[in-house]
Nanobody
Framework: QVQLVESGGGLVQLGGSLRLSCTAS????????MGWYRQAPGKQRELVAI???????TYADSVKGRFTISRDNAKNTVYLQMNSLKPEDTAVYFC???????????????WGQGTQVTVSS
């Protein structure tokens, strides 16, 4: 059993910064890719950023140059540093991870509960 817990969301003004964290716990053998997705009201969930096991990264065009994804494998944690925030960034941000467990010896996709990020104009 695996659990992903996000933290760091909140309310900030335009131009502000936030750092999101997501930590995985449970019977973890290995974590492959980790990423962040977001969903704004009335919109589909969209990719924000992904980081592979070898730290290769992918970003949505809308956040390039403003957001940075990183990971700490020893802590089973992925981070999202968000700078120069805009009202358009307002959304629920979800952590995602592809994880091999000791229990099943199979890779599955796991999701966190989400953390709210609100950027005021």
């Amino acid at each position: 059993q695996v659990q992903l817990v996000e933290s760091g969301g909140g309310l900030v003004q335009l131009g502000g910064s936030l750092r999101l964290s997501c930590t995985a716990s449970g019977s973890i053998y290995m974590i492959n890719a980790m990423g962040w997705y977001r969903q704004a009201p009335g919109k589909q969930r969209e990719l924000v950023a992904i980081i592979g096991i070898n730290s290769r990264t992918t970003y949505a065009d809308s956040v390039k140059g403003r957001f940075t994804i990183s990971r700490d494998n020893a802590k089973n944690t992925v981070y999202l540093q968000m700078n120069s925030l805009k009202p358009e960034d307002t959304a629920v941000y979800f952590c995602n991870a592809d994880i091999f467990t000791h229990d099943d010896d199979e890779e599955y996709d796991y999701w966190g509960q989400g953390t709210q990020v609100t950027v005021s104009s």
